[in-house]
């Protein structure tokens, strides 16, 4: 009895997916780029659940996880100082932008009088 054409679709499209799954790990580790189920899943195009119910894949991906994680890990942190660059920037980016809302609400409020001084004086006034 020949075996079910889809249950044959879908068992190549498994290993397929596990063969670029597998694929991109190696890339990446082979590129010195972390690996982690978020860069694996997207150099391969599947998702990060699926990876992880790969079992081989899941523990390769977290056995190179952790490899790197002692030498790179502490490279890669933020330094304070870094840290407190980007809130700087990040706060008068805030106030420039806060201005610039004001400034428009302004203009708005300005825009808005000035189209109802000019309905009262034409006899528009749906209020009167």
């Known amino acids: 009895m020949r075996p079910d054409p889809l249950s044959e679709a879908a068992a ?5 997916t596990r063969a670029k799954a597998v694929q991109a790990l190696r890339e990446l ?10 860069g694996v899943g997207r ?11 790969q079992t081989d894949i899941s ?15 502490a490279g890669q942190r933020s330094t304070d100082a870094s840290l407190r660059a980007r809130l700087t920037a990040a706060l008068d980016r805030n106030k420039q932008l806060a201005g ?12 808005l009088g000035d189209q109802r001084s000019a309905g009262v004086r034409s006899g528009n006034n749906p209020e009167g």
């Open 43 to 53: 150099a391969a195009g599947v998702s990060r659940s699926w990876l992880y119910t």
């Open 100 to 111: 610039e809302n004001a400034r428009l609400r302004r203009q708005l409020a300005r825009a």
């Open 12 to 16: 190549r499209r498994h290993e397929l």
């Open 59 to 73: 523990n390769q991906i977290r056995r190179l996880r952790r490899k790197t994680d002692g030498a790179g890990a």
């Open 29 to 38: 580790d082979r590129a010195g780029t972390p690996v982690t189920f978020a």
